[in-house]
């Protein structure tokens, strides 16, 4: 195994973001897959980085992949305009559901939120990563609102608690899947309790 001068050097802020991004990307890599634990270890390894490296950015395991899964939603969960509330919202929260409901993510992100509430570091992060994904989500209802589909005495930020209530309840609880039939319904009782 090559020792950590050999893998990365780390002289200087280009390097320092190179290996920061090969960190990112190699943590979403294992993310995806479904080959035993995402370790610190397993990070530094898939990036060709020491552990030190890591804990320069972040403060636990829990830190770096939630900034991981926070990169992937953004690439996973484009914000699609399909000309529609019912469009948009099929598409968003089908993408959302599908990236957050499969494989590792559940479990990682129940981990992640459990961290979060015990280190300050993490709920940072935490509230960063979700702040981002409800501008998203409310982006996509002030735009319908703008074209006459919502009322426009609608609690935007109500409807953004709903879908994202349902998504982490499911998420944390795990009584029940989320799936494409979940989302399509979401997403039209969404529509449904907003029309003018």
Do not use: C
């Not at 973001?17 to 270890?41: K, N, Q």
């Not at 979060?116 to 935490?126: G, P």
């Amino acid at each position: 195994m090559p020792n950590e001068e050999s893998r990365r050097p780390h002289t200087g802020r280009r390097r320092n973001e190179e290996a920061r991004r090969a960190i990112l990307d190699a943590a979403v890599e294992l993310i995806g897959r479904d080959e035993g634990p995402v370790t610190i270890d397993t990070i530094a390894a898939a990036a060709g980085v020491g552990k030190q490296t890591i804990y320069r950015w972040w403060p636990s395991k829990g830190a770096v992949l939630l900034e991981a899964m926070a990169e992937r939603a953004t690439a996973d969960v484009p914000v699609t305009d399909t000309g529609s509330l019912a469009g948009d919202l099929d598409a968003f929260l089908l993408a959302t559901f599908r990236s957050a409901g499969t494989g590792r993510t559940a479990p990682l992100l129940r981990m992640v939120m459990a961290e979060a509430q015990r280190d300050e570091q993490v709920a940072e992060v935490m509230r960063d990563f979700i702040a981002k994904r409800r501008a998203a989500l409310r982006g996509v209802l002030e735009r319908a609102g703008g074209r006459g589909e919502i009322r426009a005495d609608a609690d935007l930020d109500l409807m953004v608690d709903q879908a994202f209530g349902v998504l982490w309840y499911r998420i944390l609880i795990g009584h029940a899947p989320l799936g494409e039939n979940e989302a399509r319904e979401l997403g039209r009782s969404l529509v449904i309790q907003s029309r003018p």
